[in-house]
Nanobody, 121 residues
Framework: QVQVVEDGGGVVQPGGSLKLSCTAS????????MGWFRQSPGRQRELVAK????????YADFVRDRFYIARFTAENTVTTLQMNKLESEDTAVYFC??????????????WGKGALVTVSS
């Protein structure tokens, strides 16, 4: 199995910054594609950013040049989401996911429980 645990989140004023982190632990975690989705009340879950095992990022248009995703691998694989110039529309629960690319769990998606980000003055 793969465990996905988010950290960070909280309340920030418009224009402020916040950083989320996510740790994926399991066999061959180096070979996990990872990323972040978000969901706000009344809306569908939407992709925010994702990053390949080689560190190549992809961003949704609505966060481009404001959010930055990165990944680090040691014992486990960690992905971070640096969020800058936050807007009230960024208020949502942010979910991290990990997708094993090799092994018996290949093709499955594992989700964290989510981290609430509230942008409010």
């Amino acid at each position: 199995q793969v465990q996905v645990v988010e950290d960070g989140g909280g309340v920030v004023q418009p224009g402020g910054s916040l950083k989320l982190s996510c740790t994926a632990s399991g066999r061959d975690s180096t070979f996990y594609a990872m990323g972040w989705f978000r969901q706000s009340p009344g809306r569908q879950r939407e992709l925010v950013a994702k990053i390949t095992t080689g560190g190549i990022p992809t961003y949704a248009d609505f966060v481009r040049d404001r959010f930055y995703i990165a990944r680090f691998t040691a014992e486990n694989t960690v992905t971070t989401l640096q969020m800058n110039k936050l807007e009230s529309e960024d208020t949502a629960v942010y979910f991290c996911y990990a997708e094993p690319l090799i092994g018996p769990l290949k093709g499955m998606t594992f989700w964290g429980k989510g981290a609430l980000v509230t942008v409010s003055s």
